[in-house]
């Protein structure tokens, strides 16, 4: 089956500098790539997501980048704020199938 | 208007007893699961069931059992429950499995003492 690795496990940034989160996936028929976000008490929330006949995608200070090549996709959060500190995680998926989760990311936006 | 939600919120309970977890969806989604979150974070996919028939079963123990009564209802009855089955557990619903994004629940925390 497929698996996805995420790095890195914790992250903290100073409020306004950006930050990046990687995964890599093993199956190259994964073509659905989301990034759901975790705040404290809550369920997870997309964010972005990115199909595999794409290769970047924005939406505001949010920028999912996929190389299929390589089997790897990252985010980017620019300027970042104390709001964005939270849990993030990464998903791999293709038709039928399951989402392969990665372990997330811990990321504190220091103010 | 809650698009998934699930009760109880929180649930602490005894070794050896059994619980269900109620999970409803308002979305229209055909597809819905059940994950399990343990202290780490890690998002452990349990059951997923589409227009009520059961299409992934990951390895879990026979005591937990899912039961969709309609497609916007899935339950989670866990039998005999275990200290190790203390965790978050969160329902997700989504209109196609694999290529839509899923939606969750607000999760149950349930302890067992």
């Known amino acids: 089956g497929e698996n996805v690795e995420q790095h890195p496990s914790t992250l903290s940034v100073q409020e306004g500098d950006s930050a990046v989160i990687k995964c890599t996936y093993s199956d190259s028929a994964s073509n659905y790539f989301p990034w759901y976000k975790q705040e404290l008490g809550k369920g997870p929330q997309l964010i972005i997501d990115?199909?595999?006949?794409?290769g970047e995608k924005k939406d505001q200070r949010i920028a999912v980048t996929l190389n299929k090549t390589a089997k790897h996709f990252s985010l980017h959060i620019t300027e970042t704020q104390p709001e964005d500190s939270a849990v993030y995680f990464c998903a791999a998926s293709m038709p039928g199938n399951q989402f392969y989760f990665g372990t997330g990311t811990s990321l504190t936006v220091i103010p | 208007d809650t698009a998934v939600s699930q009760t109880p919120k929180y649930l602490v309970t005894q070794m050896g007893n059994d619980k269900s977890i109620k999970c409803e969806q308002n979305l229209g989604h055909d597809t819905m699961y059940w994950y399990k979150q343990d202290s780490k974070k890690f998002l452990k996919i349990m059951f997923s069931?589409?227009?009520?028939?059961?299409?992934i079963n990951e390895t879990v123990p026979n005591r937990f059992s899912p039961k969709s009564p309609d497609k916007a209802h899935l339950n989670l009855h866990i039998n005999s429950l275990e200290l190790g089955d203390s965790a978050v557990y969160f329902c997700?619903?989504?209109?196609?499995?694999?290529?839509?994004?899923?939606?969750f629940g607000p999760g149950t925390r349930l302890t067992v003492t």
């Open positions: 997700a619903s989504s209109q196609r499995t694999g290529v839509d994004e899923q939606y």
């Open positions: 990115i199909r595999s006949n794409v």
């Open positions: 069931y589409n227009n009520k028939e059961l299409i």
